[in-house]
């Protein structure tokens, strides 16, 4: 069974640029999360989605916004980027809210 | 709001020492409690976890109990190996329909031969 799956792997984009991950969760697996890991913040959650739903939200500005599709997948935009925005960003699915959460390998973010 | 704090790394060890991670967290109910790790260039894996009170997660030798009374999960290890080196996350989710998860900073462990 193939894991989370997040691309691309590495990023690079200005400041000033948009940018948009995507996500692939489990086969089956209706719940998507977002992360943002940096080396000062930690793990930060930025959102999360069920059922095309967004559920929940982190403490993100409104230049951080995501969405997901029929078939699960997800997706996250950065508008107008900005240096502090480098950073791994961790995706997360779930076959519903409430259960265990199994990690993608991430999208390292540098905005230079 | 609801927080984790992990005690302040790196931690080095030499393999088959005992290893003993703190974590304690502040929460309005009565969370979930669980330990990830993060080998380099990877995800976060689940390594553990306790839902109420009392509990006891263990995994690949891992232990943690959740306490309630003094509201810590700490991680523990008879006798780590060189492989157990990673960067290891506590962290907490409240009940309820939603899957946030709220992480402590991390701790890396770099264990040696």
């Known amino acids: 069974k193939a894991g989370v799956t997040q691309t691309p792997r590495y990023l690079i984009k200005t400041r000033g640029q948009q940018v948009t991950l995507s996500c692939s969760p489990i086969s089956g697996h209706r719940s998507v999360s977002w992360y943002q890991q940096t080396p000062g913040q930690g793990l930060q959650f930025l959102f999360e989605y069920f059922s095309e739903t967004q559920r929940n939200k982190g403490n993100f500005p409104g230049r951080f916004s995501g969405r997901q599709f029929s078939n699960s997948r997800s997706e996250m935009n950065v508008s107008t980027l900005e240096l502090g925005d480098s950073a791994l960003y961790l995706c997360a699915s779930s076959l519903s809210l409430d259960t265990k959460a199994f990690f993608g390998q991430g999208t390292r973010l540098t905005v230079v | 709001g609801d927080s984790v704090t992990q005690m302040e790394g790196p931690v080095t060890l030499s393999e088959e020492a005992f290893l003993t991670i703190n974590c304690t967290y502040t929460?309005?109910?009565?969370?979930?409690l669980f330990w990830y790790v993060q080998y380099p260039g990877e995800g976060l894996q689940l390594l553990l976890k306790a839902t109420k009170a009392d509990d006891k997660g263990s995994n690949k030798g891992f232990e943690a109990t959740y306490r309630k009374e003094t509201t810590s999960f700490h991680l523990e290890k008879g006798s780590v190996q060189v492989s157990d080196s990673a960067v290891y996350f506590c962290a907490l989710k409240m009940g309820g329909a939603n899957s946030k998860l709220t992480f402590g900073k991390g701790i890396t462990l770099s264990v040696r031969p």
């Open positions: 929460a309005t109910g009565y969370p979930s």
